[in-house]
């Protein structure tokens, strides 16, 4: 076709990236929170721009990023395997290791398979799409990680959301579906941003009576909660009867990567037909030598979990004598209700030249009007560590006008 007959479009699709001026507009005003490289860590303590800080808003639940015992488990699987796989499990990247982890957690979750994925992320965007197909129903938690989102959305079923844990009317919802469409509830175990259990007994209870299967992401609850540190559904001594349970190494086993595990014919399908699995490079040597650590220490050391429950309780009900509204966290998650994305990011400041870091969480991560600063805790976080952590919301909040000086909120903002 000759040029003369060439129709030239008139929009950019880079448009968007070039009008995008946000973030340029928070880092103008000093107060951009993201993105601080870290260049020193012992787990709790932390240098970022040459400031030391306490860490409260990391997932290192069971404080073991820098045990010497890990550290040790990856270098020598470095000298032993090399630094990479390079290539996916189905082809040339399965090493015994592999193997080995995914034997150990299907036993520690009393469950008959699993299969390792490449990132948490991916564990449920590739298991999710390829479990649930054209023609079938998926009922999703509208709280739901972005990576259960993105899997419904790659996933050929129809997915129908239902609001959060609400689970009136997630039965209305099945009321009205036809009886001979197969169907799959997705729900976060442990939510990530208000740090809420999931309904699993109702939902368990739901998913029986309507002949639907059950899908709990418990990235933020295996090694942090229930028997063992096994999860939201053994909270309840119900992981028997949830069908597929996803988790993300990334958190309480200090490394990176994800499992799902479940009954073997259907791991075995996912295994064999997830675009996510097939077509990604395998975990690194050293991340599947660390997380096999990892779970040794979890199964060995129970006073982690102890005392991460202790610091839980501890810092829930420090911050809500502050005044500050919690939500209904009931978990190392823990997050502090600000309000205003813009009075969110000042609180965030003042709260990080006051020696804490801590997560700014703003629109769309939660809902507008309803920006927070998201604390997570570490097994080895000291006492000291905490009180001044408490501390420092004190003076900060007190400055905002979040709470006054007698432990009461002055502000009134949605979510409980």
């Known amino acids: 076709m000759s040029s003369a007959h060439t129709k030239k479009a008139n929009v950019d699709v880079f448009s968007k990236a070039f009008n995008f001026t946000k973030a340029d507009e928070v880092k103008a005003l000093g107060l951009y929170p993201y993105f601080k490289p870290l260049t020193e860590t012992d787990g709790t303590v932390v240098v970022i721009q ?23 488990a990856a270098k020598d699987a470095i000298d032993r395997y090399g630094t990479g796989c390079t290539g996916s499990r189905y082809l040339n990247g399965t090493l015994d290791l592999h193997l080995e982890l995914e034997d150990k957690l299907a036993e520690f979750l009393h469950k008959e398979a699993c299969v390792l994925f490449s990132t948490g992320y991916q564990t449920n965007e590739g298991a999710i799409q390829t479990i649930a197909g054209r023609n079938e129903e998926i009922y999703s938690d509208k709280d739901n990680h972005a990576c259960i989102v993105v899997g419904t959305l790659c996933s050929n079923a129809k997915t ?23 169907k799959i509830i997705v729900s976060d175990g442990v939510f990530s941003m208000s740090g809420r259990l999931a309904n699993v007994p109702e939902l368990v209870k739901i998913s029986k009576e309507y002949g639907a299967r059950l899908y709990l992401d418990d990235a933020h609850a295996i090694g942090v909660i229930g028997d063992g540190g096994r999860g939201s559904g053994s909270v309840y001594g119900l992981n028997d009867d949830v069908d597929l349970i996803s988790g993300t190494f990334s958190k309480s086993f200090a ?20 675009p996510a699995h097939i077509f990604s490079a395998s975990m690194p040597p050293a991340n599947a030598a660390t997380v096999l650590k990892a779970l040794e220490i979890l199964k060995e050391e129970t006073w982690r ?61 939660v809902p507008l009007g309803q920006s927070l600063i998201r604390t997570s805790y570490s097994a080895t976080h000291t006492d000291d560590q905490l009180d001044q952590i408490i501390e420092a919301f004190y003076k900060v909040g007190v400055k905002h006008g979040i709470i006054d000086k007698n432990g009461h909120s002055l502000v009134s903002i949605a979510g409980t």
């Open 50 to 72: 040459g400031q030391k800080v306490i860490m409260a808003g990391s997932n290192n639940y069971l404080g073991l990023t820098n045990d010497s015992r890990l550290i040790k």
């Open 160 to 182: 129908i959301r239902y609001p959060h844990n609400d689970m009136d009317q997630l039965r209305k919802l099945l009321d009205r579906s036809n009886p001979d469409v197969a």
């Open 255 to 274: 490394s990176l990567g994800g499992f799902l595990v479940g009954d073997r014919p259907v791991i075995e399908y996912i295994r064999h037909n997830s």
């Open 305 to 365: 979990l102890d005392r991460l429950e202790y610091i839980s309780n501890y810092m829930r009900e420090g911050l809500r004598k502050l005044g500050f509204n919690v939500w209904s966290s009931n978990t190392p998650i823990i997050p502090v209700v600000i309000g205003e994305m813009m009075n969110c990011f000042k609180f965030w400041k003042d709260l990080f030249e006051a020696g804490v870091y801590a997560n700014a969480v703003v629109p769309p991560a």
